[in-house]
């Protein structure tokens, strides 16, 4: 039988990356190579530097990458008075200046982004802006999803409990209600890596389906934990298989679909702690929760048949306890589902 895929269903591996990290060149406390050092004690495959308004720490970094084995992204945190705008995958070290633009003129600025062939994504949207900190509240108007390429919905360490978290994850499930296909990641906003200045809280991390984290986020090819990493492909009757990001062509006669779950326990797993208990699956899309699954503690992988009547997108949430909170351990980005 012919199968056709798409998204991230080929790749032999998920790699974990920190997408939002600052250095001594904006306002992090630490060199490119000590972070890439901490990076790489986390078992991170890759860190992209995002610091405020300059690209000047990017030069030299493939010494780093080679004495480290932490391979690092361009990026840049755009930092307005009225927002602040990742932006990651610029092949130049280019730089392009709206720090000056006015809450109507977002879409100049992202018009610069995309000519540098890079993503736009919004950085911890909900965060408490002015006086604490400014423009951290994200005030722009989108009159367009399609420009941004990507929310962080969890920023800082145990992120999952964050009341501005929450309001990001509701605000990507918006979109998506809205038939924007927009990914989701995390950042811890990582700014010291120094072992006395870290939290001792959980912290997410962005898993990226394909051999560059850019390229991934693009296609949505993105899983998001804080724990064992949660991914999940969808096959339709017809022999077709979609993993995450990707999309499942469905018609009125086969509208039923194979939901194929997995958790895998072995990713980083020196670098969190779950107690023994038995885990919730819970599969949701336009049309809310539409199915949960138990998984018992170790389990990796379950199998569940849906009817996708009504459906446009789904993703999968594990929920469980985690440093004493019942509270979302990990998530998938979105399967699509189009009625042909
Ligand atoms: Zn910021
Ligand atoms: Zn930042």
Same mark, same amino acid.
């Given at each position: ?8 269903? &080929?790749?032999?591996r %998920?790699l974990a ?7 001594? @060149?904006s306002?992090g406390r630490q +060199?490119?190579? #000590? ?10 495959d !890759?860190i992209?530097?995002?610091? @405020?308004?300059t690209t000047?720490?990017?030069?030299? #970094?493939e010494e780093?990458e080679?004495? +480290?084995?932490?391979s690092i992204?361009n990026?840049?945190e755009w930092?307005?008075f009225?927002g @602040?705008?990742l932006?990651l995958?610029f092949e130049?070290q280019g730089y $392009?200046d709206w720090?000056?633009?006015g809450?109507?003129?977002?879409a100049?600025?992202l018009?610069?982004? #995309?000519?540098l062939g ?6 911890h949207p ?6 604490m900190?400014?423009?951290c509240? !994200?005030?722009?108007e989108?009159?367009? %999803? ?8 969890w ?7 964050r009341?501005s978290?929450?309001r990001?994850?509701?605000l !990507? &499930? ?6 924007y296909r927009?990914?989701?990641t995390c950042?811890?906003? %990582?700014?010291?890596?120094d072992?006395g ?5 959980p912290? $997410?991390?962005t ?5 560059n984290p850019a390229? $991934?986020?693009a296609?949505?090819? *993105? ?8 991914t999940?492909t969808?096959?339709a009757?017809?022999?077709?298989v ?7 062509p469905?018609?009125e006669?086969s ?7 997995r ?6 797993a020196? #670098? !969190? +702690?779950?107690?023994?208990q038995t885990?919730? *699956?819970r599969?949701?899309?336009? &049309?809310?929760?539409?199915? &949960?699954?138990a ?6 992988? $379950?199998?569940v048949?849906?009817?996708t009547?009504?459906? +446009?997108?789904m993703?999968?949430?594990?929920h469980?306890?985690?440093?004493e909170c019942y509270?979302?351990?990990?998530f ?9």
């Amino acid at each position: 039988m012919d199968i056709r895929r798409s998204g991230a269903v &080929t790749s032999e591996r %998920w790699l974990a990356c920190e997408l939002h990290t600052h250095t001594l @060149h904006s306002d992090g406390r630490q +060199t490119l190579h #000590k972070l890439a050092m901490s990076a790489a004690a986390l078992e991170l495959d !890759w860190i992209a530097l995002t610091d @405020h308004n300059t690209t000047s720490g990017l030069p030299g #970094k493939e010494e780093i990458e080679q004495a +480290t084995g932490i391979s690092i992204l361009n990026g840049l945190e755009w930092t307005t008075f009225y927002g @602040h705008m990742l932006v990651l995958g610029f092949e130049e070290q280019g730089y $392009a200046d709206w720090r000056m633009l006015g809450p109507g003129d977002l879409a100049l600025g992202l018009r610069e982004v #995309k000519s540098l062939g890079a993503l736009a994504g919004l950085a911890h949207p909900y965060r408490v802006g002015s006086p604490m900190c400014t423009g951290c509240y !994200w005030e722009y108007e989108i009159s367009d %999803w399609s420009e941004i390429d990507f929310i962080e919905v969890w920023s800082g360490t145990f992120p999952a409990v964050r009341t501005s978290n929450q309001r990001a994850f509701a605000l !990507w &499930t918006d979109v998506l209600n809205r038939g924007y296909r927009v990914a989701a990641t995390c950042g811890r906003d %990582w700014h010291d890596s120094d072992p006395g200045a870290v939290e001792p809280e959980p912290v $997410a991390v962005t898993y990226a389906g394909n051999d560059n984290p850019a390229n $991934a986020i693009a296609q949505g090819a *993105v899983a998001v934990t804080m724990g064992p990493l949660l991914t999940m492909t969808a096959a339709a009757a017809e022999g077709t298989v979609a993993g995450i990001g990707g999309v499942l062509p469905l018609t009125e006669q086969s509208r039923s679909i194979e939901v194929s779950i997995r958790l895998d326990y072995e990713c980083r797993a020196s #670098k !969190w +702690t779950l107690p023994e208990q038995t885990l919730e *699956v819970r599969l949701v899309g336009n &049309t809310g929760v539409f199915r &949960t699954v138990a998984m018992p503690f170790g389990a990796s992988h $379950a199998m569940v048949s849906i009817d996708t009547d009504g459906l +446009t997108w789904m993703r999968a949430e594990l929920h469980g306890v985690m440093n004493e909170c019942y509270t979302m351990i990990a998530f998938t980005n979105a399967i699509y589902c189009e009625l042909g």
